[in-house]
């Protein structure tokens, strides 16, 4: 009975070692299949650190990051480790009524680090009146090495239409070694809403492009909630957010880490930003407790060269 009890511990043990390393080590290779409609793209990523061949750019939804989770060494340190593998970083759900929480996440981010990180932070997301009770912040988390702020951010004016519980957030990026610019534009869904607000992300894209109007890559990633019972697949088939986009994170992998096989977290690019898209994403799977998010990182890889436009 003792030596059963000594294996199973060795066995748990090597398996908190492996996740442990897996956060504190940038990933080298898609996790998952390749998307559906990207099926010759090769999955084997490209070393962009050693020639700034190309960025990784994740969106990760940080459940519920407010003074509470600061709080937290061993949750920070995660979280921390997870941030600095990428070049940018959109995070969601940055839930502190005082806004202290971004900044204050960031200055641990770059606690004893050599290469600094700045950030791009939203207003309160919520601001139409009925949605008041559901505000939350975004923000992008960038390695200012890699990736260099362009300015012009700012939230989706919803107050014509008042499509979105929280409004996407915008931002304008150009890497800093190459050619390759582009806006990210990330939303976190209302559940119960998401196929309405998911198909309101195309209208969402059309007014950015008015107001970057030099830009042609954009890149709409965040919690879409796209999937389960709030979004089935043959539902978002019939958005022209589906149709006239290419979606890089396929249907069938699993994004969170609930029982279920559900892939709420999403990056989607327009059809101008397919050139510059390696054919590499993936899920990263680097933890395993729900006290670090009910969300994994879900991340793409892009040419910092190739910008043809």
Excluded at 118 to 131: A, C, F, K, T, Y
Aim: hydrophobic share 35%.
């Amino acid at each position: 009975m003792k030596t059963t009890r000594l294996v199973l511990f060795y066995f748990l043990l090597t398996g908190i070692i492996l996740v442990s390393n897996a956060c504190l080590n940038p990933p080298n290779t898609s996790n998952a299949l390749p998307a559906s409609n990207n099926t010759n793209a090769s999955n084997t990523a490209l070393n962009y650190s050693a020639k700034r061949r190309n960025i990784k750019i994740c969106t990760f939804n940080i459940q519920n990051l407010g003074l509470k989770k600061l709080n937290k060494p061993e949750v920070i340190k995660e979280l921390v480790s997870i941030i600095r593998k990428y070049d940018v970083v959109a995070v969601q759900e940055i839930s502190d009524v005082h806004n202290t929480v971004g900044m204050r996440f960031l200055e641990i981010i770059n606690q004893g680090q050599a290469t600094e990180y700045n950030m791009v932070l939203s207003e309160r997301s919520g601001q139409q009146p009925d949605d008041k009770n559901d505000q939350e912040q975004y923000a992008f988390y960038y390695n200012t090495t890699t990736i260099k702020d362009l300015g012009q951010s700012r939230l989706y004016n919803d107050s014509l239409h008042d499509y979105f519980e929280r409004e996407p957030f915008l931002a304008h990026f150009k890497v800093m070694q190459g050619n390759f610019s582009f806006v990210l534009c990330t939303v976190h869904t209302k559940p119960e809403a998401a196929v309405e607000e998911i198909k309101s992300l195309d209208e969402t894209v059309k007014w950015a492009k008015n107001i970057y109007n030099n830009e042609d890559d954009y890149i709409v990633l965040g919690d879409f909630n796209a999937s389960c019972s709030y979004a089935k697949p043959a539902q978002l088939d019939a958005l022209e957010i589906r149709k006239n986009y290419q979606w890089l994170i396929a249907d069938t992998v699993k994004t969170n880490l609930s029982s279920k096989q559900c892939a709420y977290d999403r990056i989607v690019i327009t059809q101008t930003t397919k050139s510059d898209y390696t054919g590499n994403w993936g899920v990263d799977r680097c933890f395993i407790s729900k006290s670090i998010s009910d969300h994994w990182p879900v991340w793409a890889e892009f040419y910092a060269n190739k910008d043809a436009h």
